[in-house]
């Protein structure tokens, strides 16, 4: 029998495409969620006995504790996720994506693993023309990137964690988010077929959310190796300025136009190119491309006419 998966804040946007694909791995996944959204993404799923699901917070150790004796496996999603959300509630985003999982930490015995998922933002602003390594100075610009790095440094500290910063991610999902880059651009591009840019120089990297549910399957196997590092993840052929990322839409929407915008600019000031060599070299490479998301999304957008989704 394969792990048992405790997954907080299991019900977003990750959580959705990452929980059917590691129960479909044989993973027996109990979700410990908010529901924060009204999303109801694991209705099909409810006759599997190997998904269980508990309504709470992860900031209740009652609730917390019982779930985390019975895991082999932690990964803690649950997050205030993006700078806008956490921006108008910097008490609830520092509780919940830095506390909490100092609370599972303390929590967990030494045979127990934890997987955590950050983010690559937490480089802010790279040096230009030069990648950045798990080993380059962190930088967050935002409560959102400084609250998840002060996380992923407690468990690395702790040296029982790996922790995946994971590039921007993008792709259609249970519980969709339109405020994603390239989710927002592709929208843009089918609806309103134009986009001005701020800054269209800044670079980033990206990764489809099913590669995200791959890679912590990876994670899971070779934990005994990979333990005690941080790893980026990301697609290393997608160092993409947002210029860049419009111009490859294009290409499958011919009628979409971009315009450089000649005031103004972009609050968000992360700008970086990165390097995922570390997790390539442990034999992990992503399925999904870029073209293969944008696809999938313009077919989801023949689905999605509202633009209700978002954690902005």
Same mark, same amino acid.
């Given at each position: 029998?394969?792990?048992?998966?405790?997954?907080?804040?299991?019900?977003?946007?990750?959580?959705?495409?990452?929980?059917?694909?590691?129960?479909?791995?044989?993973?027996?996944?109990?979700?410990?969620?908010?529901?924060?959204?009204?999303?109801?993404?694991? &209705?099909?799923?409810?006759?599997?006995?190997?998904?269980?699901?508990?309504?709470?917070?992860?900031?209740?150790?009652?609730?917390?504790?019982?779930?985390?004796?019975?895991?082999?496996?932690?990964?803690?999603?649950?997050?205030?996720?993006?700078?806008?959300?956490?921006?108008?509630?910097?008490?609830?985003?520092?509780?919940?994506?830095?506390?909490?999982?100092?609370?599972?930490?303390?929590?967990?015995?030494?045979?127990?693993?934890?997987?955590?998922?950050?983010?690559?933002?937490? +480089?802010?602003?790279?040096?230009?023309?030069?990648?950045?390594?798990?080993?380059?100075?962190?930088?967050?610009?935002?409560? +959102?990137?400084?609250?998840?790095?002060?996380?992923?440094?407690?468990?690395?500290?702790?040296?029982?964690?790996?922790?995946?910063?994971?590039?921007?991610?993008?792709?259609?999902?249970?519980?969709?988010?339109?405020?994603? &880059?390239?989710?927002?651009?592709?929208?843009?591009?089918? @609806?309103?077929?134009?986009?001005?840019?701020?800054?269209?120089?800044?670079?980033?990297?990206?990764? @489809?959310?099913?590669?995200?549910?791959?890679?912590?399957? @990876?994670?899971?196997?070779?934990?005994?190796?990979?333990?005690?590092?941080? +790893?980026?993840?990301? &697609?290393?052929?997608?160092?993409?300025?947002?210029?860049?990322?419009?111009?490859?839409?294009?290409?499958?929407?011919?009628?979409?136009?971009?315009?450089?915008?000649?005031?103004?600019?972009?609050?968000?000031?992360?700008?970086?190119?990165?390097?995922?060599?570390?997790?390539?070299?442990?034999?992990?490479?992503?399925?999904?491309?870029?073209?293969?998301?944008?696809?999938?999304?313009?077919?989801? +957008?023949?689905?999605?006419?509202?633009?209700?989704?978002?954690?902005?």
């Amino acid at each position: 029998m394969k792990a048992n998966v405790l997954m907080t804040g299991g019900a977003g946007y990750l959580g959705s495409i990452m929980v059917p694909y590691l129960i479909d791995q044989g993973y027996h996944v109990t979700v410990l969620d908010t529901l924060l959204y009204g999303q109801t993404p694991f &209705l099909d799923r409810c006759l599997d006995p190997r998904f269980a699901f508990v309504r709470g917070d992860v900031r209740d150790e009652r609730v917390l504790a019982p779930l985390v004796a019975r895991a082999d496996f932690i990964i803690p999603l649950a997050a205030i996720v993006g700078a806008p959300a956490c921006a108008r509630d910097e008490t609830a985003a520092t509780s919940v994506n830095r506390d909490a999982v100092a609370l599972i930490q303390r929590l967990c015995s030494p045979s127990q693993g934890i997987l955590f998922p950050t983010t690559n933002s937490g +480089y802010g602003t790279g040096q230009r023309g030069e990648a950045c390594t798990e080993e380059s100075r962190l930088a967050p610009l935002s409560t +959102y990137a400084r609250t998840k790095v002060e996380a992923e440094t407690l468990l690395l500290d702790a040296g029982s964690a790996i922790t995946f910063r994971l590039a921007t991610v993008f792709g259609a999902s249970p519980r969709m988010r339109l405020d994603l &880059l390239v989710n927002d651009f592709v929208y843009r591009a089918i @609806h309103d077929r134009a986009v001005v840019l701020f800054e269209s120089h800044f670079t980033r990297n990206y990764l @489809h959310v099913r590669d995200v549910a791959r890679v912590f399957e @990876h994670g899971f196997e070779r934990f005994g190796a990979m333990k005690g590092r941080a +790893y980026n993840v990301g &697609l290393s052929d997608a160092n993409l300025s947002k210029r860049e990322l419009c111009e490859r839409i294009q290409r499958h929407h011919p009628t979409f136009v971009f315009f450089d915008s000649d005031v103004g600019e972009d609050p968000d000031k992360r700008d970086y190119i990165v390097s995922n060599a570390r997790i390539e070299g442990t034999g992990w490479r992503p399925l999904f491309s870029l073209d293969d998301g944008i696809l999938e999304l313009t077919r989801a +957008y023949s689905i999605l006419k509202q633009r209700e989704f978002g954690n902005s």
